[in-house]
């Protein structure tokens, strides 16, 4: 169940639940997100738009902005092709791992929070054994994160 928390002009949604305590929003907005106050979030701490921007950053999806495509702050973009081939990585067991969605990250296959500017997340991916996966870079995969052989069907 999520929380709600709204400065009357935008309305940010906290699910305790989801979150792998990375503490982006903590770093990133301290006059905002507050660990040590109650209630540790505080709308009033910055603009609606940094606001925004840093709660897309939230890797596990804990943090989300309510009607996120509709707020005026939203882009619709498509996903920027990152590579035409997937990418095999080795998992580790335990191990959260956040996936990046939009194409933007400057650390393939993974979030850097580059995607604050987009409609996009990135995917949580989390093994309880040790294991290869093959990870789609073009972003445009049926079975994201995993590749499903769509980037052979792009055209340049
Ligand atoms: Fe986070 Fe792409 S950088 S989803
Ligand atoms: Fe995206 Fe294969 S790399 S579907």
């Known amino acids: 169940m999520a929380k709600e928390y ?3 002009d935008i309305t940010i949604l906290w699910q305790a639940d989801k979150c792998i305590h990375s503490e982006i929003c903590i770093k990133g907005l ?3 997100f507050d660990n040590s106050k109650r209630p540790w979030i505080d709308l009033k701490g910055a603009s609606s738009r940094d606001i925004v921007n840093q709660v897309r950053k939230c890797p596990s999806g804990a943090l989300a902005v309510k ?6 702050f939203s882009s619709m973009e498509n996903a920027t092709i990152a590579g035409t081939k997937p ?6 067991a335990g191990k959260t791992y956040a996936w990046c969605a939009c194409g933007k990250s400057s650390n393939q296959p993974w979030c850097d ?3 604050q500017t987009t409609q996009f997340r990135p995917l949580i991916i989390k093994t309880m054994e040790p294991s290869k996966a093959s990870l789609c870079m073009c972003k445009q995969s049926g ?3 995993y590749c499903d052989g769509t980037h052979n069907k792009l055209t340049s």
Not at 87 to 92: A, N, T
């Open 113 to 115: 929070g580059s995607h």
């Open 67 to 72: 009607d996120d495509k509709t707020t005026k």
């Open 87 to 92: 990418v095999m990585v080795d998992l580790e």
């Open 143 to 145: 079975s994201r994160p």
């Open 30 to 32: 301290p006059r905002v």
């Open 6 to 8: 709204t400065n009357g």
